[in-house]
């Protein structure tokens, strides 16, 4: 089969595949659904392609999504919350430090990978991220899937038992599909800036140039809102582009790093709680909403529930968009100065 109609394939996959997680509500159904798909059907030995192209061009858009969550507003509140802002930091290097030190010493992974696959977040840029300085793709992705996964799956049930709310509510209102999107013409700034990035050799400058431009664009007023059909083509080329790295990998080399991706999934969940509780105990708010502003999970999905939950989305929205810049931002930079690769 030509690489043409590889492609093509493995594109029309991935459609299918998105198409049916949405349908089941699988959590970030436009990502883990191309994920899972490409990733078995990898495992069985087919190999699909996704362009280089293509990949970039959705680390473009990722950036710009990124950077137009930034608002005036959430930049005014900064000042407010000093101590969870600093203990969620604090949470994220505890994390990192404890769950690379296990991959590296118990699961035996190199110091890239390592490092790679303990960042808490942004599971569709950190993967990516990591891949392109030289990690192991598929020992990399596991414990950000499994992470992401169970957190968005079980804490809204989990919330809705614990607050007495019910989960019809959780869904929210259907809302109409938006084909135009606002303020496209954010992504032609990108564009340069993009190759400005590059210039200055920033890492990964498909996403930083691009996410930078979207920052000031959003502070000017401009905030980029992409067409839904578009948003959903960015996740699954990432999802797909990810999936299709398994190929090649044993059935049980998988199930071994599952089992070191369950740990560290423990690990994460269990320093998140202890994190909440101090934050708790140092400032006003209240437990429940410190653990969905925490919380490693997706940044739309934890603010839907604070809504639901009646809290304050605008904190949890802000300290969830504050640990994804903070880890998009420094993670090339930490995973290329303490995570070389063993000799």
Same mark, same amino acid.
């Given at each position: 089969? $030509? ?24 959590? %970030? #159904?436009?990502? &883990?659904?191309?994920?899972? =798909? ?27 999504? %990124? ?14 919350? #000093? ?5 969620? &930091? ?9 769950? $690379?030190? !296990? ?5 035996? !992974?190199?110091?890239?990978? $390592?490092?790679?696959?303990? @960042? ?22 596991? #414990? ?5 996964? @169970? ?8 919330? $809705?038992? +614990?607050?007495?709310?019910?989960? =019809? ?16 013409? =954010? ?34 007023? !401009? ?5 839904? +059909? ?20 044993? @059935? ?21 709680? &202890? ?50 810049? &903070? ?17």
């Amino acid at each position: 089969m $030509s690489k043409f109609k590889v492609v093509i394939l493995s594109l029309s996959v991935s459609v299918v595949a998105g198409f049916f997680a949405r349908l089941i509500n699988l959590p %970030l #159904p436009w990502m &883990l659904g191309p994920l899972i =798909v490409t990733m078995v059907i990898s495992l069985w030995g087919v190999k699909l392609i996704i362009p280089t192209s293509l990949r970039k061009s959705s680390r473009l858009m990722i950036g710009v999504i %990124l950077g137009a969550t930034v608002t005036m507003e959430t930049l005014h509140r900064i000042l407010d919350w #000093p101590i969870s802002l600093s203990m969620l &930091l604090a949470g994220v290097l505890i994390i990192t430090l404890v769950c $690379s030190l !296990y991959l590296y010493r118990v699961a035996g !992974y190199d110091r890239i990978t $390592s490092l790679s696959a303990s @960042l808490p977040g942004a599971i569709s840029t950190i993967p990516m991220i990591a891949i392109e300085l030289g990690a192991d793709p598929r020992r990399v992705i596991l #414990p950000h899937l499994l992470r992401v996964t @169970l957190i968005v799956m079980f804490v809204p049930f989990v919330f $809705s038992w +614990w607050q007495g709310i019910s989960l =019809v509510s959780l869904g929210g209102e259907e809302v109409a599909f938006d084909w135009w999107g606002e303020n496209l013409w =954010v992504l032609l700034v990108a564009l340069p800036v993009w190759w400005a990035a590059s210039k200055f050799r920033l890492p990964i400058p498909e996403l930083t140039g691009p996410m930078l431009a979207a920052v000031l664009c959003s502070l000017l007023g !401009y905030r980029l809102l992409l067409p839904d +059909w578009l948003f959903a083509a960015t996740f699954l080329v990432l999802g797909a582009g990810i999936g299709i790295r398994f190929f090649g990998m044993t @059935l049980s080399h998988l199930a071994n790093n599952s089992r070191h991706a369950f740990v560290c999934t423990l690990i994460t969940l269990a320093i998140t709680l &202890l994190i909440a509780w101090a934050i708790c105990h140092l400032t006003s708010f209240e437990f429940h909403v410190i653990l969905l502003a925490i919380m490693p999970g997706g940044i739309a999905e934890m603010t839907m529930l604070a809504t639901v939950l009646g809290v304050d989305p605008v904190f949890v929205a802000f300290h969830q968009i504050f640990r994804s810049m &903070l880890l998009n931002l420094m993670s090339p930079y930490v995973i290329s100065r303490f995570g070389s690769k063993d000799k």
